[in-house]
Structure formats: C-alpha cells, structure tokens
C-alpha cells in the first residue's frame, strides 16, 4: 500500500500530466468502494464537482497552491458550512454547520477538495473508534483490528488510499495513536499554533488540530497551509522557533518499567535508537520523574473540560431534542438517551472530580502537576532535539479487545497524553511492523513551536527505518 | 482516597449533570467510574512540593472592541432542533 505524495501528485498536475478531475475521482471511487467505514459521509458528486472546477481555474489563472486539487478528507468534528457535522455522536446526527472553521477556510483558499468526513470516536473520546454511533472503522492492514482513535477513520482513510491527506484533533494522543496503528504519519503541532474555531471542543487546554498524512513532507506543506494566529480563536498565536539542530534526543527513564509494552515494539524503538546513533545523534536516558503520573492527570483534566464543554449540548441549541415535557427532563433524557456510554462516563467522571469536597483533591491537584511536568519537559527540551519514546505500547488491538474496560482502554494513551498535558508539539513517524504485519510508530515531543525541528527529526526516521 | 461509588451517588452525579442515567446502568456504571478513579487516584501519592494549581505560561490576548459581520443568527436559530419565526422554542422554565 503505497500512495503518491503531495508533492509527487502536485508535479503531475502542474506538468499537465494529470487532471484535477482525474485525481480527484480515483481518490473518491475508492473512498466509494472502501468498505473500512472510514467515511461518515462523502460529499455529494455536485458538491465535490464545485471544488474540482475551482481547483482547476486556479491551475489555469497560474494561482494553484501546492495543495489545488488535492483530495482532502476532514474529521466529523470540524465545521464545513452547510455540511453534516455530527462528532460521530446520535446527538448532532442531523446538525448542519452554520460556518466554516477557521482550518477549512484556509483549505478552501488553498484551492484543496474537501471530500468526505472521517468516522471517529463520539466527540473524541476514544482510542479505537468503537465510541462512534456510527460503528468501528477497521484498520487497513487487518480488518480484524482497530484504527485507533479518536481519529481513526482519518488514519485508515490515509492508509487505504482513500484521501492524499486528512485532519485529526488530538486532546490526548487522538492524532499520533491511529496514525501509528495505521501506519502513518501523524502530528500534534504545538497547543495554540492552529486555530480551533469551527471544532467541536473536548479538552480546551488540550486539543489541537493536526494533520495525518503519508509522509513527514505532505505533514509538513498541510500543517503549513493551515497554522497561525486567528482572531476568533484567543488561544492561538502565531510562532515559530528555528532551533539548529543539536542532534541529541532524550528519552524518559525507566519508560518500560511498569511493563506493559509489547515486546517488539520495544526492541522497534531500540533499534531506532541505535540507527539514530549511527547517524551521529546522542540519545541519552533522563529523569522525567512525573512522565507516567501524565496519565493520571489527564483522565482528571480531560473529564473535567468534557463534562463543562458538553454541557451546551443540551437539546435546546443543537441537534436533537428528547420529547419529555419538563426543562430538566429535556436536558437529562436529551444527554442520557443520545450520548454514547463513554461519553456519558466521561461527563460524570468530571462531574465528580469538580464537584464541591473532591475538587481539591483531584481537579486542583491535576493542575498543579501539570506544571510540575510542564516544566521538567521544558528543562529536557532546552539541551535536546527531542524527547523519543514509542507512540504506543502496542500495535492496534482487536475490535473488541478493550471496548469494555475504560481503564486498559486508557493505557493505550500512555506516551501520546504527556505532550498534550505539557502542551509541547509531537510527531509520530512510523518506524517498522510487527511479524504479524502491524504498523510501528515512535514519536518525538519537541520544544514549544519548534514543529520544525520534528520535522527534520521525522525525515532521519524515514530515511533509517 | 479511592471510593466505590453507590447507585445513590451515580444519581446524585447524573442530576449534576443533566443526565439521565437508566436504573438498569447504575451499577456498570458505577463500577466503571470507580474504577477510573481508582487508575487516577495515583495522583494522591505525588509530592507536588509548592507547587500550587495556576494556569502559569499563559497571558491574556486583548483584542480591539470592534464589530465584525458574522454567520447571520437566524443561522445559528436554525440549528437549534425546535424554532420558530426567528426563535428558539424551550420547554416552560417557570411553573
């Protein structure tokens, strides 16, 4: 499986080797025959005709961007006006988007065709995409796996073929955990450097939108086109770091020790670190001593912002409307009869951990850690290029295997969750396959806006691999 | 400080909430969330020294007052899943 990348494809179209049209269409009637579930919703014929014809104006007017005509697919958390939009909940089943997000916006200047929305965990919250309302999408290289999550059907629609590249947010490994089960590359860019207006909000001090592409390049011209400062979105800024590179990685202390990590991903990550030392790289053990305690923080953290982002869907403003009489009747059998189980899990779990005599004990305690951990990533990324681990301590796992145990559920977050906590940008590159043929990913956490320096690590990892 | 939590104080959480949690889930339910808590009660035994809860790093972004078209609200009225000429239809607030 082995698809163009941006760059190939936009050579063929300048040169005129290659209509829009032409790329377009293989791209869709496979996303037609694709039988992964990685679509929520292609775009209708007519809708994505319009793209095609702008697309190839602009190749015409001599105003094509390296991203004109490229098929684009978009997560089902991220607005396009007059479109779907559902979070792959029952709950917006039939919500329209009023507006564009900030992303599409610039995608849609960029000349790109939006084709389709990506199946995904209900409003995100999820590792494997078996949260969807919509059932699972499988994962390309066995459909007997998952894809990850929550932006499982991005990764596996990228994988297949089905897009050239897609958008995935990422609260807590959401971007690099399906991109490593599915075999590509995936990036969380730095909190605050891409505007989040137009997606739906999970974790506010946690997402970021990113980009899940075939190569460190294509991650790099897609998250190029849509980064930057956006005055309807006041967390974000506009930066960016050029660091020289000092060749030296890091990688956290005893990060095996609680066990749990597949043998073959482990012996993966150390061959890469002993290729990465032929290259002439120093990779050195530090003490990260709160890097494991990141997890905990974060299912306290997360739940907290889910249970007060979600509490606007309350039958009134949007989607669906449960027929009870009374006011709190209609917010109560609203949320209980169209929110998934792990949503609704993750709504009381916050409850709790904010309600009165439990929120110093969890909430406040969650937050003065996170500086704790913020800061010792901070001092490790002032002296080294990066901090390596393996994305995930397994390759995908069956559908089915985890859907009824949160907890083992959640330890599939434990590398991915800490960059999101300290809010530092990461990349997952894959790096191998297990005997079975399951993709292998290790990630590097760079310093805050250096998505640079991730994407030089990246492009080593590639070439060594 | 790991507690298991009762029916009694799922429903408690659930009216929180705003979430009608069906008799027949309280105790799956229960049990999950105790078990979540349990997996971050870890957090209890981290000696956070004098480190306090702050939202450190983070700056204010001011903006200018200023008045910017945007979607039209009878747009955004039409999302919600009852409306009619131009307002949101809601149950009876005041008994």
């Given amino acids: 499986m082995e698809y163009p990348t941006i760059e190939q494809l936009h050579k063929k179209l300048t040169a005129g080797e290659m209509a829009v049209t032409t790329l377009v269409d293989e791209y869709v009637a496979r996303a037609k025959a694709s039988d992964l579930n990685a679509f929520r ?23 094509a ?11 089902d958390n991220i607005l396009f006006a007059g479109h779907i939009v559902s979070g792959s909940s029952k709950m917006l089943e039939h919500y329209t988007a009023s507006y564009d997000a900030t992303v599409v916006e610039k995608l849609k200047a960029a000349g ?14 999820g590792s494997s995409t078996e949260n969807s309302a919509y059932g699972v999408t499988k994962n390309p290289h066995d459909t007997s796996k998952v894809p990850g999550g929550s932006s499982g059907g991005s990764a596996a629609a990228v994988a297949a073929g089905l897009c050239v590249a897609a958008f995935g947010s990422d609260t807590g490994g959401s971007i690099r955990q399906p991109a490593a089960f599915c075999g590509i590359v995936g990036l969380l860019p730095t909190y605050g450097s891409v505007s989040r207006h137009g997606l739906m909000a999970l974790g506010s001090s946690l997402d970021v939108i990113g980009p899940m592409t075939h190569s460190v390049a294509d991650a790099e011209i897609f998250y190029n086109t849509f980064k930057g400062a956006d005055k309807y979105d006041g967390t974000s800024v506009a930066q960016n770091v050029t660091i020289p590179l000092k060749k030296k990685i890091a990688m ?21 670190v002993e290729k990465l030392k032929t290259q002439g790289f120093t990779v050195d053990e530090i003490d990260l001593p709160h890097f494991a305690d ?29 027929k009870s009489i009374s006011i709190h009747d209609v917010y109560g059998d609203t949320r209980g009869a169209l929110f998934g189980i792990e949503t609704r899990r993750r709504i009381l779990l916050g409850t709790y951990v904010l309600s009165h005599g439990y929120y110093d004990a969890y909430y406040n305690k969650a937050v003065a850690l996170r500086s704790i951990i913020r800061k010792e990533f901070e001092t ?16 995908a796992f069956g559908i089915g295997e985890k859907v009824h145990d ?33 993709p292998f990913g290790v990630q590097f956490i760079g310093a805050r806006f250096a998505e640079d320096t991730l994407f030089s690590l990246g492009k080593i990892v590639e070439d060594i691999r | 400080m790991s ?69 039209p609200a009878y747009d955004l009225i039409e999302a919600a899943p009852l409306h009619q000429d131009h307002f949101v239809k809601v149950p009876k607030v005041i008994e």
């Fill in chain 1, 294 to 322: 990141s997890l905990a923080a974060y299912y306290i953290l997360m739940p907290a912002e889910v249970s007060s982002n979600l509490a606007r869907l309350d039958g009134i403003r949007y989607g669906d409307r449960a």
């Fill in chain 2, 3 to 71: 507690t298991n939590l009762s029916s009694d104080e799922i429903k408690r959480l659930a009216l929180l909430a705003r979430l009608t949690v069906p008799e027949a889930e309280l105790e799956t339910i229960g049990k999950d969330v105790t078990n979540i808590l349990g997996f971050v009660d870890t957090i209890q035994s981290v000696q956070l020294g004098d480190q306090v809860a702050t939202a450190d790093g983070h700056t204010n972004v001011f903006r200018e007052d200023i008045v910017h078209p945007i979607t």
């Fill in chain 1, 252 to 272: 956290p202390k005893n990060m095996f020790a609680a066990g749990g990590v597949d043998p073959e991903i482990k012996k993966n990550f150390e061959d890469m």
């Fill in chain 1, 65 to 75: 961007t390296i991203l004109t005509g490229m098929p684009i697919a978009l997560k």
């Fill in chain 1, 380 to 395: 490790a990324l002032e002296q080294y290029d990066a901090i390596l681990t393996p994305t995930t301590p397994t390759p």
């Fill in chain 1, 406 to 438: 949160p907890v083992s559920m959640y330890l599939s977050d434990l590398f991915t969750v800490p960059a999101n906590i300290t809010q530092h940008p990461a990349i997952s590159i894959p790096s191998g396959k297990s005997t079975s043929g399951l």
């Fill in chain 1, 41 to 63: 919703e292609i775009f209708s014929d007519v809708d994505i005709a319009a793209q095609v014809a702008t697309a190839q104006m602009m190749f015409k007017e001599g105003t």
């Fill in chain 1, 112 to 125: 790109a065709v939006l084709i389709g929305r990506t199946n995904m965990d209900e409003f995100a919250m």
